[in-house]
């Protein structure tokens, strides 16, 4: 429960445009593991998110599952190559704590995604909807930038060129999937 609240406070932090919101995930848990270690615990805890996000958006059956497992492998496949960006950009010992905040904060981002689709299958005006939705994936494009920013120390161009990649890797990932479906 430690790496859990340390990560929701980091992510709440950073979310709030606080760069200080990084130190939560400089710790250690009661066991002495590294509190970063446990990130992917916001993985875990995002399965159902993105269930109940396709079930707003209207997915079904078969293809919520697909979606859901997109979201999965393109979770896994951006840590991957985001290591291996930030080990090249000479950021490598930055890396776990930079993922650690990219992986709480995936699922603030993921918690207030559902929230805007929910808003929107709940009969509201499409336009408070539509609004809400935009608001928030460009907050959470933000957010992806400054974590990069604050997390690896990379200038803006570095930091936009972070956050293209996750994008990239997600459609890829998806277009795999579609090819394998």
Same mark, same amino acid.
């Given at each position: 429960m430690t790496a859990l609240a340390a990560g929701l406070q980091a992510a709440f932090w950073l979310a709030c445009g606080r760069p200080d919101g990084m130190r939560p995930l400089d710790g250690r848990n009661a066991g002495g593991e590294p509190v970063a270690a446990f990130s @992917?615990? &916001?993985l875990v805890v995002c399965i159902p998110l993105e269930f109940a996000q396709g079930w707003f958006g209207?997915?079904?059956?078969?293809?919520?599952?697909?979606?859901?497992?997109?979201?999965?492998v393109s979770w896994l496949a951006f840590a991957l190559v %985001?290591?291996?960006v930030a080990v090249r950009a000479g950021r490598?010992?930055?890396w776990p704590r930079y993922i650690a905040a990219w992986n709480w904060c995936s699922l603030l981002? %993921?918690? *207030?995604? *559902?929230?805007?689709? &929910?808003t929107t299958a709940s009969g509201l005006p499409a336009l408070i909807g539509e609004t809400l939705m935009l608001v928030t994936v460009g907050w959470a494009l933000w957010l992806e930038? @400054?974590?990069?920013?604050?997390? *690896?120390?990379?200038?803006?161009v570095q930091a936009v060129a972070m956050v293209v990649l996750d994008y990239a890797v997600s459609q890829v990932v998806s277009l795999?999937?579609?090819q394998l479906h």
């Open positions: @992917f615990l &916001a209207g997915t079904r059956g078969r293809g919520l599952a697909q979606d859901v497992m997109i979201a999965v %985001s290591h291996n490598g010992a930055l981002q %993921s918690g *207030l995604i *559902l929230v805007a689709l &929910a930038y @400054f974590v990069a920013r604050v997390g *690896l120390g990379f200038n803006v795999l999937m579609e």
